[in-house]
């Protein structure tokens, strides 16, 4: 059994059979539920956990449909719109369905209507009911208004003035209904009805290709995995060939026996659609994976689902059949990596126009393009591919240190000058040569950063430290604090 | 003859069927048997591509002499430097490598730079301002790849190393990793060699121990030479970096120890103890190789371990920058001095 906390009472939310049998009833108090039967068990309603058992559910009902919405805390929305076939038509697939809900151990009732609101009311007053086109109204005319998903406080008004099925709201005339109790009534009505479109929303986006295979043996190696993955990617190709796209991001659904969906996603960095591409970005996620990888009982159905295409740009071999495909090597190299070992492990930096040296470069991952805003404008690139002509380029370090360091100063000749000598990682370093300093301060919209003066600073070893001054002296503040910030070559 | 005449004529008719059945001319299946040998002469030149691609040279003379003509270019070279803190050097040298190799190629390829999450929070993350301004890598020419441990970091730059669209491999490293061993290395060399291509292995703060580099470089941080104005060296100025540099191992066996110095504009190497006369006072390191005692006493509140510990030692080090030594007088900032 299972209570929660209802307007500061502690109600039963959820109970069994065993428990109904005691003759309780959700919504009952718990501590009256006690003193009726004081060997209950009750357990504290866990909403949230409630909810990852629904998803997980619809994630092993995509083997059905790829249309499955979640409705409410205790439904799925199956669009079954053109999936039927593939099952052996509705009896078949329903009973189906609620075959294999019951190995599970779930107790489904389920309905099969042409619009979401019959199906919603033949699902949970008509169990394992099929309603055929044009039915749905002999199908609703007995049963009680919460058939009709209305809000508790219309449903109780109209019940007030007599209208106790949706047979009885069917008859009446709408105008005064509309009047009366809303223009939601009436949508419910003709959305149960079919007159008006209902908009299942989806959990997940559609996949714009994708292809799947039930096994009769349930498949355990990951051997087995690849050669299947392989084979579906070449049944892909040829559907992304007449598209002219590629993939830009492939999905494997992997539906366990018992019913646990393993989901992995490769992204790449360009359109891609050879099998043996999508087979290698495959193997490197199920290397990545391959410790916590439990086959369990095997997979019976494995679809593999491109999630994001891309117009794939033909590239037409030379005579001699010797394509540069240094680009593409690179792609490839850059998307096993990142299918291995997640979404920021290739790098690219992209300079922005920035004060601050920190911000001044924005590291981003490879496959992502750079955001306009924030590329400066091209220079005209002279020989050899280096920017011509470029005014002044100051100095800068050629290691930045992600966090500044803090640095201990014991004390500089002037207030305002470069330290005599520091300790920086516990070390004593004494300063040799000084450059600086350079003041940089942020821009006038990031007022609250103190301005910082910059220095270049030699050790008598030779090592090079770009070291700043966050901050003036001033007799009433505390005096300033020293970081370091990078290392020169 | 006229037999001969026959059978040409027989096999000139055979060869234009065959030619129709194949799709091209006649004259190209003139000589089904030279397209064999040609064949196998592009195979070899691609393998040979390794030994062919030959050697980087630095520019700083007598480096070069002593490493047998330069770095090799298609290989994996190791360059060590003894301290965290100097990992802002011998990332410098290793980038003055690469950039000496992308000033050579039309269309610069990318440089992968590895490393290892701890090593980029220890010696700072790669900063491509700096980079562009000091070795002229533009930031489209370069990739980063960062992984949690060393195990990933040695699977990136060995399959990266295996790529001829990149131009050179970093992989830096920090400590003395078990997984770094003979063969780890071996794999690295064997990839550069194939494809190659140099892969420069960093590692900071770790100790010299056999691997299949065939060259190992131990990089320290020399003092930059003062900026040259018109009126001649600026004191206490930061001009051009300096880098020493000792060869560890080399096929050349040739052990050495040069202080080199890089041109941040011309982007090129000097030899700084030959080439000396660029602004230069050999008579200046010479000094401090022979002096190791502090010019001046040390200040009484800041006690250096370093310096308080040289008396004990029997024999004077003979490395020309001891760690406690303090700046020869020219080298002081000018502002103390007055």
């Known amino acids: 059994m299972i209570n929660h906390r209802d307007r500061n009472a502690q109600r039963i939310a959820a109970l069994d059979e065993r428990a109904e049998a005691l003759r309780l009833k959700p919504g009952m108090g718990i501590a009256d539920a006690r003193a009726m039967h004081p060997s209950i068990d009750i357990v504290e309603a866990d909403p949230l956990a409630d909810l990852r058992l629904l998803d997980s559910l619809a994630d092993w009902c995509d083997r059905y449909t790829p249309l499955v919405a979640l409705d409410g805390i205790d439904g799925l929305f199956l669009d079954i719109t053109g999936c039927t076939h593939l099952f052996g038509g509705e009896h078949a697939m329903l009973d189906e369905i609620l075959a294999r809900f019951f190995h599970q151990g779930f107790d489904v009732r389920a309905g099969i209507a042409s619009t979401a609101g019959a199906a919603w009311a033949a699902a949970r007053f008509r169990d394992r009911c099929i309603v055929e086109l044009g039915e749905e109204e002999a199908l609703l005319a007995p049963l009680p208004l919460a058939a009709l998903r209305l809000e508790p406080e219309i449903r109780s008004s109209l019940e007030s003035v007599g209208l106790r099925t949706v047979g009885a709201v069917l008859a009446a005339p709408r105008a005064p209904l509309v009047r009366r109790f809303g223009v939601a009534l009436l949508l419910r009505i003709d959305q149960a009805l079919g007159r008006q479109d209902e908009a299942v929303s989806p959990r997940l986006p559609v996949a714009p290709l994708s292809v799947e295979r039930h096994l009769a043996e349930p498949v355990i190696l990951i051997d087995d995995i690849e050669r299947l993955v392989f084979l579906l990617a070449t049944a892909l190709k040829t559907d992304l060939e007449r598209r002219g796209e590629g993939a830009r991001a492939v999905a494997l659904l992997l539906f366990r026996v018992d019913g646990v969906v393993s989901r992995l996603v490769v992204g790449t960095s360009r359109s891609m659609r050879e099998p043996r591409l999508i087979l290698r970005l495959f193997q490197e996620k ?141 070390a004593l370093h004494r300063v040799a040569k000084v450059e600086g300093p350079e003041r940089i301060a942020a821009e006038w919209w990031r007022q609250e950063e103190p301005t910082r003066d910059y220095f270049r600073i030699e050790d008598t070893d030779g090592r090079r430290y770009w070291l700043y001054r966050q901050g003036f002296y001033d007799a009433s503040k505390p005096p300033p604090r020293w970081f370091m910030h990078g290392v020169f070559a | 003859m006229a037999m001969n005449a026959v059978a040409r004529d027989t096999v000139f008719a055979l060869r234009r069927q065959i030619a129709k059945i194949e799709g091209t001319l006649s004259e190209r299946l003139d000589a089904p048997a030279g397209s064999g040998p040609d064949a196998d002469r592009m195979l070899v030149r691609r393998s040979g591509v390794a030994e062919s691609h030959g050697l980087l040279v630095t520019g700083a003379d007598h480096f070069d002499a002593a490493l047998n003509g330069g770095l090799p270019k298609a290989a994996l070279t190791e360059l060590h430097g003894a301290e965290t803190r100097d990992a802002g050097t011998v990332a410098g040298f290793a980038l003055a490598l690469a950039c000496l190799l992308l000033k050579k190629t039309e269309t610069p390829a990318p440089i992968l730079w590895v490393g290892t999450t701890e090593i980029f929070r220890e010696a700072g993350f790669p900063y491509a301002r700096g980079l562009e ?113 000792t060869i560890g191992k080399s096929r050349a066996a040739q052990p050495g120890q040069f202080t080199l110095e890089w041109n941040p504009d011309e982007r090129t190497f000097l030899d700084r103890r030959h080439a000396g006369a660029i602004h230069q006072r050999p008579w200046d390191i010479q000094k401090r190789a022979k002096d190791h005692v502090a010019v001046v006493p040390l200040s009484s509140s800041g006690t250096d371990p370093a310096a308080a510990s040289r008396p004990v030692l029997a024999f004077p080090s003979p490395r020309p920058s001891p760690a406690g030594d303090q700046p020869s007088r020219p080298q002081r900032p000018a502002h103390r001095r007055a």
């Open chain 2, 133 to 245: 301004a000091g070795f002229g890598i533009a930031p489209e020419s370069l990739l980063y790849a960062e992984a949690p441990k060393t195990t990933d970091a040695l699977w990136i730059a060995e399959e990266g190393a295996g790529l001829t669209a990149l131009s050179a491999v970093v992989l830096e490293l920090r400590g003395n990793p078990e997984r770094l061993d003979l063969t780890a290395t071996r794999r690295l060399h064997r990839r550069a060699q194939m494809a190659g291509r140099p892969v420069f292995l960093l590692r900071q703060a770790a100790l010299a121990e056999p691997t299949a580099a065939p060259v190992r470089l131990v990089v320290a941080p020399a003092p930059a030479t003062p900026r040259n104005t018109m009126a001649g060296p600026l004191d206490g100025t930061i001009g051009r970096p300096g880098i020493a540099v």
């Open chain 1, 286 to 426: 199920l290397t990545a994976i391959a410790e916590d990888f439990d086959a369990g009982y095997g997979f019976d159905l494995v679809r593999l689902a491109i999630l994001a295409t891309a117009p794939f740009d033909m590239h037409q071999a030379d005579l001699a059949d010797a394509t540069e495909d240094g680009e593409e090597d690179l792609a490839l190299f850059a998307d096993r990596i990142r299918a291995r070992l997640g979404e920021a492990s290739v790098l690219k930096p992209v300079n922005v126009e920035s004060h601050l040296p920190e911000r001044a470069v924005a590291v981003i991952p490879y496959w992502q393009d750079a955001p306009q805003r924030i590329s400066p404008p091209k220079k005209p690139a002279g020989p050899r591919g280096l920017p011509s002509a470029v005014p002044f380029q100051p100095e800068r370090p050629i290691r930045l240190f992600q966090v500044p360091e803090p640095v201990e100063v014991p004390a500089s000749e002037i207030p305002d000058g470069p330290p005599l000598q520091f300790r920086w990682r516990r």
